[in-house]
């Protein structure tokens, strides 16, 4: 599949399938015979089907009673790997940076691909570096927990920041960013 | 004083002089560690409540586990009963003409080595020894097949050729359905020889301090429909007859080495003047302390004709 066509069906980068694979590994989540088959099948290179991805947030979801907190672990662990050993280094060099990297949804736009009402959006809706709050509007079909997670990971991996959480209690689409 | 300078010298009382803008990034920084540890915490509480979840799981396991492996004993234990059934207990009448004695010793709970003792049609005596191929619960159900078969047979022919043909031929169809065969050593008695059919079993007959050696060339019960060969061998007071499968001959010892049929019929034949019984026990003890480890089943029987 090239990069400028336009997949009838929704689908998601390797690297990002990847990161979130080894994620479940380094996490412990699978292990053994189950993490060996895991991470062979993934290419880097190649997209993948977004019910691929969703087969392992519906195993990881099935492998906890209580999911949240691992949820949160996977998506701070994803953007972790991104920075230090994937090209997040590259892109961006202070927390912040990763939050403008959201706008117009440049960043979700590079891993996942496919017709705009399956794939959605994940774009930076405020800043306000003064008050450290910032809110991003969701609607990609991925877990919210995750994304929560993955917004923690990315702007506390450049090390700049003493303090980041998300939270999204009111809305499960808008994503709140407190940082400092 | 900076913040990075307080927290460098480790020196508490000095925090009034920070800054305000330090004082700040000291507020985030307590903040942050509580958020991480409040994090950590939960996920390390998840991750724990998981594992209690996983060693409940697992010991039910374990418990369904030994269930059914006590219910599995139990068939075991059956299977042997029956299978012990049907091997041959009593036999006075053979007794009154031989002097034998049996080995059989099945590697698991049951196993695929069957001899019997038969009563032809035309009255004469005979032993058939059986190695049917693979080991445990599905070779032990060709051998009770085989038996029913061969009760049938006895009651259609008599000569040793020939049973083992009609054999051959009424079963080859299931056997070669479940792939499995099985060897045939067949050997019926007259006044002062016998005769025998031998498709892949073993036997040695010791007669005047020389070894016989049977003719093994036929094919095994399963493969195909074929004619079978008879021999005859004379058999008199004091002749010692072997059969035996290749569980004992096949076994190797700890460098490699097949115990082998040689070392066996030199055993048989240096002990031939003792009872069967002692021959018998001769070759188990030098077996014994061959062998590594047992790897098939195994049965040796050794005959001699009674005087008249």
């Not at chain 2, 991480?36 to 409940?56: I, P, S």
């Not at chain 2, 002749?239 to 290749?246: E, K, Q, S, W």
Request: charged residues 25%; hydrophobic residues 40%.
């Amino acid at each position: 599949m090239s990069d400028e066509s336009e997949p009838s069906e929704p689908v998601v980068h390797g690297a990002l399938m990847a990161g979130f694979a080894q994620a479940c590994v380094n996490l412990n989540i699978v292990a053994g015979r189950r993490a060996t088959a895991l991470l062979a099948d993934i290419d880097m290179g190649r997209w993948f089907p977004l019910a691929k991805w969703m087969e392992i947030e519906r195993m990881v979801g099935e492998s906890y009673a209580n999911v949240e907190p691992i949820r949160l672990k996977l998506g701070i662990e994803m953007m972790t790997l991104w920075y230090h050993h994937g090209p997040g280094k590259a892109l961006i060099h202070r927390g912040a940076d990763f939050l403008h990297f959201q706008t117009g949804s440049h960043g979700i736009a590079s891993v996942i691909r496919g017709p705009r009402e399956v794939v959605g959006s994940f774009d930076l809706a405020e800043f306000d570096s003064g008050r450290g709050h910032a809110v991003i509007r969701s609607s990609t079909p991925f877990d919210k927990t995750i994304e929560c997670g993955v917004l923690i990971g990315g702007v506390m991996a450049p090390g700049d920041l003493y303090y980041v959480d998300v939270t999204n209690d009111g809305d499960p689409n808008r994503l709140v960013v407190e940082f400092h | 004083m900076t913040l990075d300078e307080i927290l460098q010298g480790r020196d508490p009382d000095r925090l009034s002089e920070l800054s305000r803008e330090d004082m700040h990034r000291l507020f985030w920084m307590y903040k942050g560690l509580l958020k991480r540890v409040e994090r950590d915490t939960a996920y390390w509480q998840a991750t724990n409540d998981n594992l209690r979840t996983a060693y409940e799981r697992l010991d039910e396991q374990e418990r369904e586990l030994a269930r059914a492996y006590q219910t599995i004993r139990q068939d075991l234990e059956i299977a042997q009963q029956v299978q012990h059934a049907l091997l041959p207990k009593d036999h006075p009448e053979m007794l009154a003409r031989f002097e034998f004695s049996v080995y059989h010793k099945q590697m698991t709970e049951v196993g695929g080595d069957y001899y019997d003792f038969y009563r032809l049609r035309d009255g004469s005596h005979a032993i058939g020894v059986f190695d049917i191929s693979g080991h445990g619960v599905s070779a032990a159900l060709i051998m009770a097949y085989l038996k029913a078969q061969l009760v049938q047979t006895m009651e259609q022919v008599s000569r040793p050729r020939d049973i083992v043909e009609y054999l051959n031929n009424a079963t080859v169809g299931f056997l070669r359905e479940v792939r499995r065969y099985a060897t045939v050593n067949f050997v019926a008695f007259g006044e002062r020889t016998f005769r025998y059919v031998c498709g892949g079993g073993y036997g040695v007959l010791i007669r005047g301090g020389e070894v016989h050696t049977f003719n093994k060339g036929d094919p095994f019960i399963g493969l195909r429909r074929r004619a079978y060969s008879e021999y005859e061998l004379p058999f008199e007071t004091g002749d010692v007859l072997a059969l035996y499968t290749d569980g004992m001959v096949e076994a190797q010892d700890s460098a490699g080495a097949d115990y082998s049929t040689r070392r066996l019929h030199e055993l048989v034949r240096s002990n031939a003047e003792l009872p069967a019984g002692q021959i018998l026990q001769r070759c188990l003890d030098d077996y014994g302390q061959f062998r590594r480890v047992d790897a098939d089943d195994i049965t040796l029987i050794v005959l001699r004709r009674r005087a008249a």
